[in-house]
C-alpha cells in the first residue's frame, strides 16, 4: 500500500464526488424510512461547511430524483458487492472511488475482501487526510491505488503493484465516469477488465443519449450536462444500452445485461408511499468474464 507522499499534491475531490456524495446523506435526512441506503459518512468526509442542505443542487423537491438514483446506484453495487462475496470472490476494485464509503460503513463484508481504491492522486490524498482526521484508520485490507490519469499513468500496473492479483476473480465497479471518458478510452478499459480471471464482474454505469431519458428527466440531465462544461470536466460519452452492450461483448466479455433506472425503482423503491422514484439517465451495465 502506498502512503502519500509530500509530491503527491493533496486536492480537494472535484464536484461531481462531493455531490453525490451529499446526496447520499439527504436521503438519510430529508426522505422518510425505509432507506435505500445509509451513508452520512461521505457528508462527513466531504464537510461541506453550515448551509449545505441550502445548496441549490440540494434542493429536496428539485433533486429527488437524482437523490433516489445516488442512492439506488450505491445500493445496488452494495448489493453486487455481497452477493460476490458470499460466492467466494475475495478482491474488489473501484475505478474513480471518490468519496465511496463501502470500506467505513459496511466493515463486516469489506474485511472478507481486498479493496482497492484507485483515484486521482491529489484527492486521494485529501481523502486519507480526512479519513485519519475523522479516526478511521486504513485497514490492511483496504488499500489506496494512486493514479495520475491525467499523466496517461497505467492503472493496471499501479494495481498490481499494490497486490491485485490477476490470475483471481474480483469484482471491478466504474460509476459516474465513463460519461468523462471517449469511447475509445471506454472501450480499452473494458478489454483490460475483460482480461481477468473466469469468475470476474464489472459494474460500470452509463449516460444515456437525451432521446432515452423520460422527457420530465431532461433538464435534470441538461443542467447536470452544463454544469460539468462548466466545471472543466465536460461529458464527452453517452451510450444506449445496445451500444454499451455490444461493446462489452466485443471487448471480450462471456455474458452482459443492462440494469436500468426503471429496474432500480422497481426493486428498492416499491410500495413507498411518499412518491420518491430515482430519475432515468443513468444506468448500468452488468457484465462477466
Do not use: C
Amino acid at each position: 500500500m502506498k502512503d502519500a507522499t509530500a509530491d503527491e499534491r493533496i486536492a480537494a475531490p472535484d464536484n461531481t464526488a462531493v455531490r453525490t456524495a451529499l446526496w447520499r446523506a439527504m436521503h438519510v435526512q430529508v426522505d422518510p424510512a425505509p432507506h435505500v441506503v445509509e451513508d452520512e459518512i461521505g457528508l462527513r468526509i466531504a464537510d461541506p461547511g453550515d448551509g449545505w442542505r441550502e445548496r441549490p443542487d440540494m434542493d429536496p423537491h428539485r433533486t429527488s430524483g437524482l437523490r433516489a438514483a445516488m442512492a439506488a446506484r450505491a445500493r445496488f453495487i452494495e448489493d453486487l458487492i455481497t452477493e460476490q462475496a458470499d460466492l467466494g470472490v475475495t478482491q474488489y476494485v473501484i475505478l474513480g472511488a471518490g468519496l465511496d464509503t463501502f470500506a467505513q460503513r459496511r466493515p463486516e463484508i469489506a474485511s472478507r475482501l481486498r479493496i482497492f481504491e484507485v483515484d486521482q492522486p491529489g484527492p486521494q490524498a485529501w481523502k486519507r487526510r480526512r479519513l485519519a482526521e475523522l479516526g478511521y484508520d486504513i485497514p490492511e485490507w483496504l488499500h489506496l491505488v494512486p493514479v495520475d490519469f491525467e499523466a496517461n499513468e497505467n492503472w493496471w500496473e499501479r494495481l498490481a503493484a499494490a497486490g491485485f492479483d490477476s490470475s483471481r476473480p474480483a469484482v471491478v465497479v466504474s460509476t459516474g465516469v465513463t460519461m468523462y471518458l471517449t469511447k475509445d478510452a471506454t472501450a480499452a478499459t473494458l478489454r483490460q477488465i475483460a482480461s481477468l480471471a473466469p469468475g470476474s464482474t464489472l459494474a460500470m454505469t452509463f449516460l444515456l443519449p437525451a432521446e432515452l431519458v423520460d422527457e420530465a428527466d431532461r433538464p435534470g440531465l441538461r443542467a447536470s450536462e452544463e454544469g460539468a462544461r462548466a466545471s472543466g470536466t465536460p461529458f464527452l460519452s453517452f451510450y444506449a444500452p445496445q451500444e454499451m452492450l455490444r461493446l462489452a461483448r466485443e471487448s471480450g466479455f462471456k455474458d452482459a445485461h443492462h440494469v436500468s433506472a426503471a429496474s432500480h425503482a422497481e426493486r428498492y423503491f416499491a410500495g413507498r408511499t411518499d412518491g420518491l422514484r430515482p430519475s432515468s439517465g443513468e444506468d448500468v451495465l452488468v457484465a462477466t468474464v
